[in-house]
């Protein structure tokens, strides 16, 4: 579960370089990282991260999640280095197809 307190907001707040410790954002970044990695481990893209799909989890400010899956699409690893460089990105009729939203 999530508060309804996302990234964008915290970051609108707490606007100043001392507002912001360093070794917090380090951690939600980390977590961020894995959860990208995860996603992608389950054959999607995101294609919308931003602070605003950023959540913070219900028991407080230690732990973000990431929200918002609606423009996620399915993802095939190309080999080539064209297909790489494409991104080759699932034709977009089946983007939301097996993600929950």
């Not at 951690?27 to 992608?40: G, M, P, R, S, T």
Request: aromatic share 6%; net charge neutral.
């Amino acid at each position: 579960l999530c508060q309804e307190l996302t990234l964008h907001n915290w970051l609108m707040v707490n606007n100043r370089k001392e507002d912001r410790q360093l070794d917090r954002m380090r951690n939600w970044l980390a977590q961020l990282v894995c959860a990208v990695d995860y996603i992608h481990d389950q054959g999607l893209v995101h294609r919308d991260l931003k602070p605003q799909n950023k959540f913070f989890s219900a028991d407080g400010m230690n732990s973000l999640k990431i929200g918002d899956l609606g423009l996620a699409a399915n993802y095939s690893a190309a080999e080539t280095e064209e297909g790489i460089r494409e991104g080759a990105i699932v034709s977009s009729s089946r983007r939301t197809s097996n993600v929950g939203t």
